[in-house]
Structure formats: C-alpha cells, structure tokens
C-alpha cells in the first residue's frame, strides 16, 4: 500500500504516514446531494452534536469512545480499543496527541503566594514533581504544575465558574503511612488540567 502523508489525526501535522482514510462525515446519509457528493460541514456538525450530547449525557465512560470507534473522524478513532478497560481512550488519545505535536509544551512547576491582596503563583526551579510512587517517606514537598495560567477577562478578573478543584487530602500532618495530598485544578471551558499539586509538606 502507498503511504500518505497523515492528515487526518490531529496533531499529526504530516509527520507520520497512513493509509487512505475515508471518515465517517464523508458518507453520512441525508448529507449528500444528488449526486452523492458529501457536505461535510453539514455531516460534521451532526456528528458532532451527537458526540456532545453522548459525552454530556450518560454515566457511561465508554459510550463516548464506543461511538468514536463506530462513527469515526480520524484513523485513531477508528482504532479505539472500545471494551476490556476502564480507562476513558478517548481522551488520553487526545491528550497523547496533543503532547505529540507540542513537545515543547511549557509546564511551570513553583509555589503560590501573595501580592497586592491576590493570589500570585511564583515559578522556582529547585522544586521537582513528585512522579513516583511509593515514595521514600511522606514528608517530601514535590510541586505545583502549571499548565496554563488562568484566563483572565479584560478587565483582570478570572472568569467564574471557569475553574473547579478537585482534591484527595489528608487528614493529620503526622502519619506513619506513606500518603500524599493530591489536587487538580480542572478548567471547564477546555475540559483540560490548568494545574495540580502532589505532595506532603
């Protein structure tokens, strides 16, 4: 088979090669003319609204990759592994993708602290993310990352109700054990990770 530059996996960006792929807006019924010609704005509106509505309306994690998988738009989709795991594919996919076309990716790892009455996060370099576990002992530091700083309107202010945090924390500063605390900070526009923290200090 003749290998095609990859066009049709997001983040690709023509460095990796494919066979011929035909996805799924581009036979999709009652989204042709008469002469079978494909609308593909039409078919990936539809499509994408039924995504929106199975990611948004069901308790079931692998709905969204199950309906990927059959009605796909990229090659990966179409590749899903759709049953044997309780991981969401879907999206670590496109998390791997998106780390795979931006290797230079900036995450700041610091402290937070206070200026002029705000929160201020300080960037430091001695301070390293906690990336293994168990750890050695539970009284290690590690680091908060961030991976986008908030989005602020025009007048400064960061939007509400753009952000929520969720977090696995401890309940005594002393423990014979070797749990750590564990925060992400979730942005709800992006459904992405804006920061997290693990760590025991």
Not at 24 to 44: I, P
Not at 61 to 80: H, V, Y
Not at 140 to 149: H, K, N, S, T
């Amino acid at each position: 088979m003749y290998a095609l530059p990859n066009v049709f996996d997001e983040g690709k960006d023509n460095k990796s090669t494919a066979c011929f792929f035909i996805g799924a807006y581009m036979n999709r019924a009652e989204c042709m003319d008469k002469d079978g010609n494909s609308d593909v704005t039409k078919a990936l509106l539809e499509l994408c609204k039924q995504r929106f509505k199975v990611k948004y309306n069901t308790s079931d994690a692998n709905a969204l990759t199950q309906l990927k998988a059959e009605l796909p738009f990229t090659i990966q989709d179409s590749m899903m592994r759709v049953d044997g795991t309780i991981y969401p594919v879907a999206d670590l996919t496109q998390q791997l993708n998106t780390l795979d076309a931006d290797r230079n990716t900036t995450i700041m790892t610091g402290r937070l602290g206070f200026a002029d009455g705000k929160v201020v996060f300080n960037p430091t370099f001695q301070d390293e993310p906690i990336r293994q576990f168990p750890t050695r002992d539970n009284k290690l530091y590690g680091a908060i990352e961030v991976f986008e700083l908030p989005k602020e309107d025009s007048l400064g202010r960061v939007f509400p109700d753009r952000y929520i945090v969720g977090a696995d924390v401890y309940d005594n500063d002393e423990s014979d054990t070797l749990s750590l605390g564990s925060t992400y900070v979730l942005d709800l526009w992006t459904d992405r990770i804006a920061a997290c923290y693990t760590g025991r200090p």
